[in-house]
């Protein structure tokens, strides 16, 4: 059965639906649309999905630990309470409140909260583990240890682009992908779909003390 790789785009999000080293790419209006791609075996999706209401991930402090010279790739997660607002201020207010000692989301983590609080709502309850965290810098690292360079420069595309030639058949699915669909993306979310199907297959990795968040959500990132 195939397996789905998603990651966000520009208020949207790009999927990767991989069946055997077939991989077709996907333009899914909402995280709904992501979760209701018929036939689908598990679905790895590079955003946060466990979220700690007083402060840092163990999982997001491993993953940083683990990606050397990418560190920065991986954003702080918000706590929940930032949830609640698309205000930058208001969510600063809210996640210092929360947090011992006080922190606030920088602007580039609060540019996930819409995401977040989308996939947060369309996960439901009881939590399932069909639907699992992954980050793709992760998963390029675990395929091969030279991808290195920043992704989207020439380098970097180069490095990624390799490591899932050897497990995918990514040229076509690049191709033939939506209209508007950046490489960057595209290539995220065929890394997220290599992680679903290692996952799925019992071969895959994950970093986490394993808590969960008040939802009953695991706060892990997966690989």
């Given at each position: 059965?195939?397996?789905?790789?998603?990651?966000?785009?520009?208020?949207?999000?790009?999927?990767?639906?991989?069946?055997?080293?077939?991989?077709?790419?996907?333009?899914?209006?909402?995280?709904?649309?992501?979760?209701?791609?018929?036939?689908?075996?598990?679905?790895?999706?590079?955003?946060?999905?466990?979220?700690?209401?007083?402060?840092?991930?163990?999982?997001?402090?491993?993953a940083r630990a683990l990606l050397t010279g990418a560190a920065a790739?991986?954003?702080?997660?918000?706590?929940?309470?930032?949830?609640?607002?698309?205000?930058?201020?208001?969510?600063?207010?809210?996640?210092?409140?929360?947090?011992?000692?006080?922190?606030?989301?920088?602007?580039?983590?609060?540019?996930?909260?819409?995401?977040?609080?989308?996939?947060?709502?369309?996960?439901?309850?009881?939590?399932?583990?069909?639907?699992?965290?992954?980050?793709?810098?992760?998963?390029?690292?675990?395929?091969?240890?030279?991808?290195?360079?920043?992704?989207?420069?020439?380098?970097?595309?180069?490095?990624?682009?390799?490591?899932?030639?050897?497990?995918?058949?990514?040229?076509?699915?690049?191709?033939?992908?939506?209209?508007?669909?950046?490489?960057?993306?595209?290539?995220?979310?065929?890394?997220?779909?290599?992680?679903?199907?290692?996952?799925?297959?019992?071969?895959?990795?994950?970093?986490?003390?394993?808590?969960?968040?008040?939802?009953?959500?695991?706060?892990?990132?997966?690989?």
């Amino acid at each position: 059965m195939a397996v789905l790789g998603v990651d966000g785009w520009r208020g949207a999000w790009v999927g990767a639906l991989l069946e055997g080293r077939t991989v077709t790419l996907l333009h899914l209006a909402d995280a709904h649309t992501a979760l209701a791609v018929p036939d689908v075996e598990l679905v790895a999706i590079d955003m946060p999905i466990g979220l700690s209401e007083t402060g840092v991930r163990a999982c997001d402090v491993r993953a940083r630990a683990l990606l050397t010279g990418a560190a920065a790739s991986v954003f702080p997660t918000p706590v929940r309470a930032v949830l609640a607002t698309d205000d930058y201020a208001e969510a600063r207010a809210l996640s210092r409140a929360a947090t011992d000692p006080p922190r606030a989301p920088s602007a580039q983590a609060f540019q996930l909260v819409k995401a977040i609080r989308q996939l947060d709502d369309a996960l439901g309850d009881p939590p399932s583990d069909r639907v699992v965290e992954v980050h793709p810098e992760l998963a390029f690292r675990a395929l091969d240890v030279a991808v290195r360079d920043r992704k989207g420069s020439a380098r970097g595309t180069i490095q990624r682009l390799r490591a899932l030639r050897a497990v995918m058949d990514v040229e076509p699915a690049l191709a033939n992908a939506p209209s508007g669909i950046p490489v960057v993306d595209a290539l995220d979310a065929c890394a997220a779909a290599w992680s679903a199907r290692r996952l799925a297959d019992g071969r895959g990795e994950c970093v986490g003390d394993g808590s969960t968040d008040a939802r009953g959500r695991p706060m892990r990132i997966c690989f």
